[in-house]
């Protein structure tokens, strides 16, 4: 029993820590976010690059890259597989300890009930994981575009190299 609760609280921390970008909107607000989604780019010649989606035209990626807060260009061809996540995702780890834990109502069946909710609410929690997420399998490049900052190309009045990170708000 007490191995079990060690995991569920391992399982707890570890699905509640995950964080998106604070640029990508929250599921209600998608349509009115001033910034392009979260890429990771995974190429064959510079290795992972990921950061907001600035701009995409017919051979290259413009990503603001986190780590460096300057933009970096990618050519299509290097691409090898790409992710993109346009919304943060739901938080519903704190279902797996609540819902287990709500079976203590159940009496005796406690036994049976406690695990399914267990498996259930895991399942939930993890798939809630990969929303408002697309891949090289599932998106073109035309299609893309429409995900990032600038989604018709950066216009001519803005330099790439001025293009930084928003600061944190307090």
């Known amino acids: 029993m007490r191995i079990r609760i060690i995991i569920i609280g391992c399982l707890s921390l570890f699905i509640c820590s995950c964080t998106s970008p604070r640029y990508l909107p929250s599921s209600e607000t998608i349509d009115v976010n001033a910034y392009g989604s979260y890429i990771r780019i995974s190429t064959n010649k510079t290795g992972n690059i990921s950061g907001e989606l600035i701009s995409i035209d017919s051979t290259t990626i413009v990503v603001l890259k986190q780590s460096l807060n300057k933009c ?5 061809k290097d691409v090898h597989r790409f992710s993109l996540r346009y919304a943060k995702p739901k938080q519903y780890g704190w ?12 009496g005796s069946m406690l036994v049976f009930t406690a695990p399914i909710n267990l498996m259930v609410t895991i399942v939930v929690t993890m798939s809630s994981e990969d929303a408002f997420q697309y891949n090289e399998k599932n998106m073109s490049y035309e299609k893309l575009k429409m995900f990032a900052r600038f989604p018709q190309g950066i216009p001519l009045n803005i330099d790439v190299a001025s293009i930084k990170e928003e600061p944190k708000q307090p």
């Open 72 to 76: 970096v260009s990618v050519l299509l």
């Open 95 to 106: 279902t797996i300890p609540v819902y287990t834990l709500s079976t203590i109502i159940h």
